[in-house]
């Protein structure tokens, strides 16, 4: 896999900005069959994202890659669709619904990775369908060869956004805010944007992964071609998006219980209240 180190300090002086006249690549007829894209900033409004006491809010990181990724795309000749273009929360539902909608397109979901241990680094990419690996292969490649980030690999997980929909769709993992390297490169404007460039450089270049028969193999102008990613299956675990959220209505339906609970115990009080006084009474009598 190639990788292009870059330095951090670099990145703040805006080495790797690259404006419009730059970016306005497009590849040749037929490498590129979708021409939309939905693009799924994660997290959002009362939903952070991330771990308790994170500093840097991840929702708010996922939503200006996600902006950034429309511009550039756009910049393409494509469509771009947003399942949210401001701080606000989208049932994970309603996200599938919106990819559904488009029968002929690919749907990115931009997300950043956290952990209580803050030396867990690097940016891995998700996919559940097999029509979504080549999609995956491309942006991870990347992604990866353009970040100074750790390669964690590609992995296929039965994420609910990744597993409802009925088109090709990823999960990006841009790093760890909870790693302090990875956080600080994160705040950057110019890593931002870059890690966006590079996400829609796989959207655009996705068909040229090799699949390993020559007849599928699609060469760009210098005969290269995107490896197809080995993969890690994690399709045992749980989606934690779909944990939190059984968690959060189990609490809600525990709250109301007790709260219905409350006035049958203040009733059994009142009652054991009147016995002791009714049996005072009669002593004292």
Known sequence: MRKHLFHFGLLVAGAFTVGAAQTRVVGPEGSRPSTVVVIDAGHGGWDRGGIARQLVPE????????????????????????????????????????????RDAIFVCIHFNATPRSSASGIETYFYSSQSLPLASAIHYYVVGGAPSANRGVRRR?????????????????G????????????????RQKLAEEIARGVRERSLVATGTSADNRLVANTATVPLQPFIDQTHYRDPDQVRSKHKRSKSSSKSASSKRKPSSNSDSETKSRKKKSTSANTEG
Request: glycine share 4%.
């Open 59 to 102: 929702s708010v990181m996922n939503l200006d890659v996600a902006q950034r990724l429309r511009a550039v795309l756009q910049s393409y000749g494509y469509h771009v669709v947003m399942t949210r273009d401001t701080d606000v929360f989208v049932p994970l539902g309603a996200r599938v619904a919106i990819a559904n909608a488009y």
């Open 158 to 174: 039965g994420f609910f956004v990744l597993r409802k929909t009925r088109i090709p769709s990823v999960l990006v993992e841009c």
């Open 176 to 191: 760890f805010l909870t790693n302090p390297t990875e956080a600080q490169y994160a705040q950057s404007v110019a890593y």
